[in-house]
T-cell receptor, first 114, second 113 residues
Framework: DTAVSQTPKYLVTQMGNDKSIKCEQNLGHDTMYWYKQDSKKFLKIMFSYNNKELIINETVPNRFSPKSPDKAHLNLHINSLELGDSAVYFC?????????????FGSGTRLTVV | DQQVKQNSPSLSVQEGRISILNCDYTNSMFDYFLWYKKYPAEGPTFLIS?????DKNEDGRFTVFLNKSAKHLSLHIVPSQPGDSAVYFC????????????FGKGTHLIIQP
């Protein structure tokens, strides 16, 4: 049983397209996150959702939008994809703060924009 | 602006010896520090953590040391095993972690037989 699962694992698409990455967690965690690992290997937080409410939003382009239909899901929608969006995107979840240290990550989605 | 720095991109250690991975941070608001291990094509997995009120935390072969005055922490693995070969990320959080984790760039640890 995968605790945090994200699909697809690989995504190759053309510039200008709109795409979505899905994430689901079965841990009963209250908070879910999206992280981006760029070509320089930095893992940077993009969004987090706590009980379906956006609680942080780093300075990412508004082409990126998180959608949470319920506590167990946090999908990432990306509009008008650009070459610079190519990266590995990781979904994660954690118990509610202040016990939010037990982050569990998904296996990542490698997005390649051509 | 790197708030968490891992200055060694890679480290090679002989099997059975001690591996020491270092991490420095700049944000004095950080109050919790974590180490994650990552294999290729997998997500990071939690390894060990330490609160800023402690200076040492031990879990089996893994020990994390925190020097708050120097804003420095280190991960010791002893004895090192082949399965320890992976990328190790140092991470930090403030305000109970509600703002997410700030990661370092990672150190690729290679355990040689």
């Amino acid at each position: 049983d995968t605790a945090v699962s994200q699909t697809p694992k690989y995504l190759v698409t053309q510039m200008g397209n709109d795409k979505s990455i899905k994430c689901e967690q079965n841990l009963g965690h209250d908070t879910m996150y999206w992280y981006k690992q760029d070509s320089k290997k930095f893992l940077k937080i993009m969004f987090s959702y706590n009980n379906k409410e956006l609680i942080i939003n780093e300075t990412v382009p508004n082409r990126f939008s998180p959608k949470s239909p319920d506590k167990a899901h946090l999908n990432l929608h990306i509009n008008s994809l650009e070459l610079g969006d190519s990266a590995v995107y990781f979904c994660a979840s954690s118990p509610r703060a202040p016990h939010s240290y037990g982050y569990t990550f998904g296996s990542g989605t490698r997005l390649t924009v051509v | 602006d790197q708030q968490v720095k891992q200055n060694s991109p890679s480290l090679s250690v002989q099997e059975g010896r001690i591996s020491i991975l270092n991490c420095d941070y700049t944000n004095s608001m950080f109050d919790y520090f974590l180490w994650y291990k990552k294999y290729p094509a997998e997500g990071p997995t939690f390894l060990i953590s330490i609160s800023s009120i402690k200076d040492k935390n031990e879990d089996g072969r893994f020990t994390v040391f925190l020097n708050k005055s120097a804003k420095h922490l280190s991960l010791h693995i002893v004895p090192s095993q082949p399965g320890d070969s992976a990328v190790y990320f140092c991470a930090a959080s403030a305000t109970g972690g509600a703002d997410g984790l700030t990661f370092g760039k990672g150190t690729h640890l290679i355990i040689q037989p």
